[in-house]
């Protein structure tokens, strides 16, 4: 399993002068883009996603990595100074975070918001690259009752965390999915949908698509409030780094939150948001004085930080060994692996070790570098807040219009990728979230092809449908996540009144 | 203002007529020559999506009609008319912007798109106006001069 040959190309790869200054670029761009309210991770890699059609598999997923890593952590910085989110996954940073800011400590909640994404990133890193290998090799021996089972869980999971209202996450999920099976049946050349023209031959394109979904979408949101100034002072912007006593006193929650991080990354489907917040409420659960969240203490920002930027080596572990993809920006990162020629799964860890590899040191150099830039760069950074609406939604728009024929060549998919940001924006304005439709679209042709190979394979026999040890060990690990809820509610119930009766 | 019950309502009453017309679209689908009886039909999945998609969608309907709201009681679409305003013109000048790349050509989409969202935003400060232009140039720069794409 293990390939020195492919570890010792990886480093070379690495070390070439172009992939570095491509792994700072994207520190830069990343933390630029994560400082931005609005402008998240999926939306970060999405802007990226052209410019990576001219250049190797390497370099170019490299470039994406530091802006999914660097995103993730620069919407913390928004988070701590202003008491705006610059991305979903600091939304739980704000609470403690902004209050130390008022409170004049704002150097020591970057410092610890930094410390915190940088040890929660490495952790997950490592737990990737021991586990992507594994996994790989189970993987490999799925077939496609297995896939179904996986992809079902994955769009499941995240319709239940995307929402309020579970109906309204299955109706975009099916819309989602629905959208994949326009274009050419491949199993049986019928055209589908296609509706006379030659463009939708090979269906709706995954890169407009999910490009349109998450940024036009998010222009369109951000013209709508385009003229709130937002406030700012610059004073207590100087990071301080937590001394080893504050590291030791917080060894705890940095490790659970890391756990955490990485085990909801690994999920299908969830993201980076819902880990800082499942690790805010658990540090809160844990704590002796509960009431003292909110009011600027480091464990409420050392918690959702570690988390958030733990999930991002998590949601590469289903993205790189099954293709299903563990986050939206995971995947937007789909499409990049697709624009290479590269198809995620486990054949691609026999296939590809030196890529795989790559990207494993990868993820390492860029979470040290990231602390390093991070450290110098934060308050120059900061200024980024005040760029006015005005200015990045028409900049963000031409650059989505560009990128896209740029890659493609053909304003047919300058079309998909209005239509889908239009179709995005409607969604989100009527209160239903866009992850279940980007997930949907990607785990479309896996769960049709799947879905079909199974009821073939069955021949008519449920039982058959259902022989697969592991198929059904997902199904139960899904029927868990549904029921864990009602369950525990139950429980709790019962023994509230227990302890009442008497 | 639009309430979220309305929007929501008229929403799934669209989605459950696109789906009935997706699903008769779909009966007409045949596949090619010796592939024909191979597996199941090509219209199996799309059409269980749809039936699952429209059974959700009535679900939704029903929620909003019955409860009239789904967490989301007493709020509207738009935060205020001059939201409302600016997210719709905003979508307008997108659509004029593409429509405009193609009968005009890149530049002069590149050229009104910036200008078009600003006043759709109601922006007043001519140095905006300036500084969205001049990103649009080097927008314009990166991709011609740098990455060689040709518009």
Redesign the interface.
Known sequence: MFDAAAVGVAFANLLDPFTMILLVTGILLGLVIGILPGLGPPIAIALALPFTFYMEAVPSLILLLAIYNAAIYGGSISAIAVGIPGTGAAIATVMDGHAMYKQGRGGEALGLSLTGSIIGGLVSVLCLTFIAPVLAQVAIKFGPREFLAISIFGLVVVVRVAGANLFKGLLVGGLGIFLTTWGLDELNGAERYTFGTYHLYEGIPLVPFLVGIFAVSEVLIGAEKALKRIEFDKTSLTVKIPGLKTLSRLKGNLARSSLLGTIIGIIPGEGAAVGAFFAYSEEKRRSKEPERFGTGIPEGIVAPETANNATVGGALVPTLTLGVPGSPAAAVLLGAFLIQGLAPGPTLFDERPDIMYSLFLGLFFINILLFFIGLFAIRFAAMLIKVPMTVIVPTVLLLSFTGIYAVSNSLFNVGVLLAAGVLGYVVRKLGYSIAPLSIGFVLGPILENSLRQSITIADGSTAEFFNTPIGLGIYAALALTILWGPISTWVRSRMAGKVEDP | MLT?RV??MV??VL?IIACGY?AV??QG?????L??S???P?????QL??G??AL??A??LY?YAVKGE???EG?T???SSA??R??L???GA??V??IV??NFG?IA??LT??PL??L????RNPA?YG??LA??AS??LV?TQL?????
Do not use: H, I, K
Request: charged share 5%; aromatic share 16%; hydrophobic share 60%.
């Open positions: 979220q929007a929501n929403f799934t989605v997706f679209v779909a689908f045949e596949a090619a020559g592939l024909a191979s597996g199941l090509s219209r199996f999945f799309p999506l749809l699952f998609t959700c969608a679900v939704v929620v789904a967490g989301d709020q679409v738009f935060a939201e409302a600016r997210g013109l905003a979508l997108a659509v912007s593409y790349w193609q890149y989409m590149a798109s910036g969202l600003c759709a935003m109601g922006v905006v500084v969205v990103l649009a927008v314009y991709f990455l060689g794409t040709q518009f």
